[in-house]
Every structure is written in structure tokens, then in C-alpha cells.
């Protein structure tokens, strides 16, 4: 007799089905398809996430072995791998792109309150960076990269005040950074934090006339002339405070304004950090924190890396790895709603964990997590004997 709804899918729930049939269709995602729909698709691509499964066999010998689970699970039948690897191939990556960026939104209206920058701003704070995935040429033979090596880029842009992730672009691993700027739509007063990587004037100019703020570091032996400086508070570690004009010929041309310049010592490295930002209104050491908090991407790709399988790959075409890569963000995301809907106060971490050794599981998800909490006493006050006195 059934008692209960699996957390698998107390968690799916959270995944508007309405919503996802309109994806598939506005992508004809289950044109001449008989019985293995996306949205089945995506449940065993979503389990074998959550339960860090290493293939596609790994992941169907699991539900193997629970066949009598999978009607309340919504898969239905047995899949056999070819199916699943063919649905992988065949069907658009695009459907599973436009279902993490509706759960993404949804995401941020629960988060929106939540910010633990030092920084107290009602302006948006982003981050962009990349992270590298080696791949092997000779199978994922469309992601060049080196002579002997292939790999894909994942540009990212991250809220740091809700780590929600606001825009990806998953490409091979030749584009350089700076280019994913071109695809990024710039939201006026957001701030955008990025590493030196991303220095090009016109570019950077581009953000200015969008009427947005970025910070970033300055690269070596940059050609400027000083207009003037501030004061600054050197006991807070800022050396210098200036407004500067770029002198080379073509980068005056792309960036023809004044440019905040920002000298700091960092205590808990030993170095000093150059900083270049349009934002004029910011005490410099603001600017600093705001850079500081760009860590914040890193912990998101070794998150991600470590967690969610996107290192190693369960099909070898483009749309195969596309694929995966956007159902692990949305399972990323849709743990990140479940924190929030469920009340929960474990971290991500804790609660993936939790989740991949529960899923067959039928106690409701915020009671799941409420007795979990007892792992973290060493001693229960217990009337209970004990063996040694």
C-alpha cells in the first residue's frame, strides 16, 4: 500500500509539468515519439544526478533494481539504454536550456531577500568567469580545444548575493572569455565583478553605455595618464585612489572616458590588487569587497565539478553533452528551490548528500532534514546503558 510520495519525486514536484510540455513543444521535442517522452527524459537523467550514477548503464541498473518504484517514480516501464541514449542524441538540448533558465527565475524571486555580501547594495551583484571541462579529442571529436586535447567552456554569470546562476553558455573550449560578453544582455545599475581575463575596452565601454557598473583588475604595464586623485585611508589598506584617462590610440578610441583606478593592499594574501571600475560613488574599499566576493563563482564550478556529473559524459555528440550539462544546472537550481520551499537550513551540499541515499525513501522532505540534524551531537542526552563505566 502506498503511504507516501518518494522524495524523488516530492522533489520533481517542484518542476512545473505544465510549463515543461509548453518547452517541448515550442522545440517539437516529442515529434513522432510513441511512448519515452522528454519529461521521462528527464526524470532518469535527473536521477541518475541526484544519485551520482557514473553512465547511463549505472543509472538504469539502478532503476533496475527498482522497477516496482518506477510508475510512482513517473517513468513508467523499464527504459532500456538505447532509448535513453538515442533521446540524448536526437532531442534538442535547447528544451532542458529553457527549463533551467524558467527554474533559474523562479529561484531568484525566492532568494531575492538573501545576500550575505559586506557590501550593503540594492543594486544586483554578478559575477562572470569560465571554467574549463577536458574532454577527450578523439571521441567528443567537435570540442577542439589543443592539438591532442578537446574540452568545453562554461561561461557563467552568477548573482553573488542568491548564488543562483543567471546566465550559462556552454561552448568548446577555443573561445576565449572575454567573448561571452557579446552574449550577455547588461542590466542598467547592476554591478558585473570579473577577473583581468575580461579587460577589453570596448567591451567594458559597452557595460558603461548600458549604464551598468563592472569591477575588474587591471592588467600589466597599462598605458593611462592620471587626471587626479582622492584621498584615501591607507590604514584600510587602499594605497591610492585615481581618476584616469586611457593613452594608446586604439584604446582611447574604445573606451573615450574617465575610468576609476584603485591601488590595494591585501593583508591576507601580501599583494597588491589593481583595480579598474566605472563606479565613481563606492568608497574604494567597497569596490574591494565587491571583488573579494568573485570567489563566489569559483565555489560554484568546484560545487558543480564535484557534486553533479558534467566531468564525465554519458554520450559523445554535442547535444548529448549539452544536454547533460543543462538538466545537472537544473537539478542544481531545483535543490536551491527545495532549500527554500522546504524550509530547510542544511547547506546544498548537505542536503544532495542527504538526498542521494533517500530517494526511494516516502518521509516528507522537511522531516527528512529536521532528523537529520541529530548527526551533528556527538552525545544524545539518553538514558540509555552504557558499556564501559
Known sequence: MNQGKYVFSQLIELVSAKSFQTIVNRHSGEYKVKEFSCWKQFLCMAFGQLTHRESLSDTLLCLKANTNKLYHLGIGDLVAKSTLSKANENRSFQIYEDLAMLLIQEAKQLYISDSDLEVHLKNNVFAIDATTIDLCLSTFYWATFRSTKGGIKLHTQLDLKTSIPTFILITNALLHDVNALDYITFEANSFYVMDRG?????????????????????????NYRRLYSHKVDKSKGVLCDQTIMLNGYYAAKDYPEKIRRIKFYDEET???????????????????????????????????????????????????VKTQVWIAVSVYVLVAIAKKKYRIENSLYEILQILSISIFEKTPMNQLFQQTQLQYFKEQNLNQLKMWD
Open 198 to 222: 575580461y579587460v577589453d575596452y570596448r567591451r567594458l565601454y559597452h557595460i558603461h553605455q548600458c549604464q551598468a557598473f563592472y569591477v575588474t583588475r587591471a592588467k600589466d604595464k597599462m
Open 270 to 320: 601580501g599583494k597588491g590588487l589593481i583595480f579598474l571600475t566605472n563606479n565613481f560613488q563606492l568608497k574604494a574599499t567597497e569596490i574591494a569587497q565587491l571583488y573579494k566576493h568573485r570567489w563566489k563563482i569559483e565555489l560554484f564550478f568546484k560545487w558543480i565539478k564535484q557534486h553533479l556529473k558534467i566531468k564525465s559524459f554519458w554520450g559523445h555528440s554535442e547535444n548529448a
